[in-house]
């Protein structure tokens, strides 16, 4: 599986999909031209399990595909047990330091092991885990973070660089395919945005092993999100990324509605319709913003992928609406209405969210049939 390209970038295609190996998490294939699955992890003590139970449950309803809980004692592997069997969606079992948790994790119905092959007391116990999950039917996620490399080859690079954690990467990698593992998924996680992405086109070209993207601890609020959606954003434009989390200090459901956003701008998923809507200046003649607010608040309840455009003032409103499915081009006290480059009519500012809203549910409609 590990290829011949050792030291060398990958010079991908912008968009052009890297082909991986495809690994099954349960009822999701990460990998194999399979659609880019969002992760996100509980922030429960995962103990309490009517707390993780409820706090899963508004992932996967936000749209989370797979979730990981974290696995960092014995009470914590036992109520996985339990959990297991009151969710349906695939659950990641996240372990560090003791492999033993790994192979409870696994006894107590974990689809996916994350270990962090930097911590995990050395290859040895690496190998005891990604065997128990072959024997078991689940994959396992060979996790390197540059806060916990090797000491070797931080001595060797003089610090967690992007070559220090390909190397690891690699070495591990190596190790578990020349002993006959599989179902292997990798990651290359750091909080530098330029590290990360350089860490993984270096890695592409030497396995055919699915990557696990994003960016670790991106923080919170506005900073997160912009530090994610710029890492996360990159590796997909050059075709890298099978399985992504954001990382928020935040709810996992802001994870993955953030993680939507950026599979949808990204042209990888569709979630629900499009809203382009211009940033308003000194020739916008209605007060657009409410109007914005308004639409993008209804538009929830839909889920065809409608291109949904509310533009503000007639100089680039009639172009950018008629390239939508439906759009409004606001002028003075109302605006035109557009469907697929047609012009419908006028209507008044009053009236003009609820006319919009009638087009979008027959694009809707036009969808199911």
């Given at each position: 599986?590990?290829?011949?390209?050792?030291?060398?970038?990958a010079?991908t295609?912008?968009f052009?999909?890297?082909?991986t190996?495809a690994?099954?998490?349960?009822d999701?294939?990460i990998?194999?031209?399979?659609?880019?699955?969002?992760?996100t992890?509980?922030?429960?003590?995962?103990?309490?399990?009517?707390?993780?139970?409820?706090?899963?449950?508004s992932?996967?309803?936000?749209?989370?595909?797979?979730?990981r809980?974290?696995?960092?004692d014995?009470?914590?592997?036992?109520?996985?047990?339990?959990?297991?069997?009151?969710?349906?969606c695939p659950?990641?079992?996240?372990i560090?330091?003791?492999?033993?948790?790994?192979?409870?994790?696994?006894d107590?119905?974990?689809?996916?092991?994350?270990?962090?092959?930097?911590?995990?007391?050395?290859?040895?116990?690496?190998?005891?885990v990604?065997r128990?999950?072959?024997?078991?039917?689940?994959?396992?996620?060979?996790?390197v973070?540059?806060?916990?490399?090797?000491?070797?080859?931080?001595?060797?690079?003089?610090?967690?660089?992007?070559?220090?954690?390909?190397?690891s990467?690699?070495?591990?990698?190596?190790?578990?395919?020349?002993?006959?593992?599989?179902?292997l998924?990798?990651?290359?996680?750091?909080?530098?945005?330029?590290?990360?992405?350089?860490?993984?086109?270096?890695?592409?070209?030497?396995?055919?092993?699915?990557?696990?993207?994003?960016i670790?601890?991106?923080?919170p609020?506005?900073?997160?999100?912009?530090?994610?959606?710029c890492?996360i954003?990159?590796?997909?434009a050059?075709g890298?990324?099978?399985?992504?989390?954001?990382?928020l200090?935040?709810?996992?459901?802001?994870?993955?509605?953030?993680?939507?956003?950026?599979?949808?701008?990204?042209?990888?998923?569709?979630?629900g319709p499009?809203?382009?809507?211009?940033?308003?200046?000194?020739?916008?003649?209605?007060?657009?913003?409410?109007?914005?607010?308004e639409?993008?608040?209804?538009?929830?309840?839909?889920?065809?992928?409608?291109?949904?455009?509310?533009?503000?003032?007639?100089v680039?409103?009639p172009?950018?609406?008629?390239?939508?499915?439906?759009?409004?081009?606001?002028?003075?006290?109302?605006?035109?209405?557009?469907s697929?480059?047609?012009?419908?009519g006028?209507?008044e500012?009053?009236?003009?969210?609820?006319?919009?809203?009638r087009?979008?549910?027959?694009?809707?409609?036009?969808?199911?049939?």
């Amino acid at each position: 599986m590990m290829g011949n390209a050792a030291g060398k970038e990958a010079g991908t295609s912008v968009f052009v999909r890297r082909e991986t190996v495809a690994v099954r998490c349960k009822d999701v294939i990460i990998g194999g031209g399979a659609p880019v699955s969002i992760q996100t992890m509980t922030k429960t003590l995962t103990y309490d399990v009517s707390a993780t139970v409820e706090a899963i449950e508004s992932a996967v309803s936000e749209g989370a595909d797979i979730v990981r809980l974290a696995v960092p004692d014995e009470e914590a592997a036992r109520a996985f047990a339990v959990i297991r069997e009151k969710v349906k969606c695939p659950l990641v079992a996240d372990i560090h330091f003791d492999p033993n948790l790994a192979l409870l994790a696994l006894d107590s119905g974990a689809d996916k092991i994350r270990v962090n092959p930097g911590n995990i007391g050395g290859q040895g116990h690496l190998l005891r885990v990604a065997r128990a999950a072959r024997d078991k039917g689940a994959s396992i996620r060979v996790g390197v973070n540059s806060g916990s490399l090797e000491k070797d080859l931080l001595a060797k690079y003089g610090g967690p660089v992007p070559e220090a954690m390909v190397e690891s990467a690699v070495r591990h990698l190596k190790y578990l395919e020349d002993s006959g593992c599989d179902g292997l998924v990798v990651s290359l996680k750091s909080s530098k945005v330029e590290d990360t992405v350089r860490a993984y086109n270096l890695l592409a070209p030497q396995t055919k092993w699915p990557f696990h993207i994003g960016i670790t601890e991106a923080g919170p609020g506005l900073s997160g999100v912009v530090k994610s959606a710029c890492g996360i954003g990159s590796l997909l434009a050059l075709g890298l990324g099978d399985t992504l989390r954001v990382s928020l200090t935040g709810p996992s459901t802001e994870e993955v509605a953030v993680a939507k956003e950026i599979l949808q701008a990204m042209g990888k998923r569709t979630f629900g319709p499009e809203l382009i809507s211009c940033p308003t200046c000194g020739r916008t003649q209605v007060n657009l913003v409410p109007i914005v607010a308004e639409v993008e608040s209804r538009l929830k309840a839909f889920k065809a992928p409608i291109k949904v455009a509310v533009m503000g003032c007639p100089v680039n409103g009639p172009g950018e609406a008629r390239e939508a499915h439906v759009g409004i081009a606001c002028g003075r006290q109302g605006g035109i209405l557009f469907s697929h480059g047609q012009v419908l009519g006028r209507v008044e500012e009053g009236d003009m969210v609820e006319a919009l809203l009638r087009l979008v549910e027959v694009e809707e409609e036009k969808s199911r049939r």
